[in-house]
Nanobody, 121 residues
Framework: QLQLVESGGGLVQPGGSLRLSCAAV??????IGWFRQAPGKEREGVSC????????NYADSVKGRFTISRDNTKNTVYLQMNSLKPEDTAVYYC????????????????WGQGTQVTVSS
């Protein structure tokens, strides 16, 4: 059982930045996705990164503002979020897929507990 631990959420003003982290003991064996769920809305995929870090994908709503990266020496994946907007407010989850490349949301096998991101003035 892989245990994912997210951190880095918080309250930030519009236009601000946050960096989320997702860590696990053997994270470097998995493709990693970031997902978010706002109150009353369905969960949506935000970004994902392949096992090697060579392939990344982003939702249209965050392209140009968010950057996903990984440090396999530290078993950690990061989501750098810049130019945050109120509509980015959600609980953010990282998830692990035992694959070289990213997959669909239902394919992710392990999920973290989530970290709250609130963008408000």
């Amino acid at each position: 059982q892989l245990q994912l631990v997210e951190s880095g959420g918080g309250l930030v003003q519009p236009g601000g930045s946050l960096r989320l982290s997702c860590a696990a003991v053997t994270l470097n064996y998995y493709a990693i996705g970031w997902f978010r769920q706002a109150p009353g809305k369905e969960r949506e995929g935000v970004s994902c990164i392949s096992r090697s870090g060579g392939i990344t994908n982003y939702a249209d709503s965050v392209k140009g503002r968010f950057t996903i990266s990984r440090d396999n020496t530290k078993n950690t994946v990061y989501l750098q979020m810049n130019s945050l907007k109120p509509e980015d407010t959600a609980v953010y989850y990282c998830a692990a897929l035992p694959s070289i490349i990213c997959g669909l949301s239902y394919e992710y096998k392990y999920w973290g507990q989530g970290t709250q991101v609130t963008v408000s003035s």
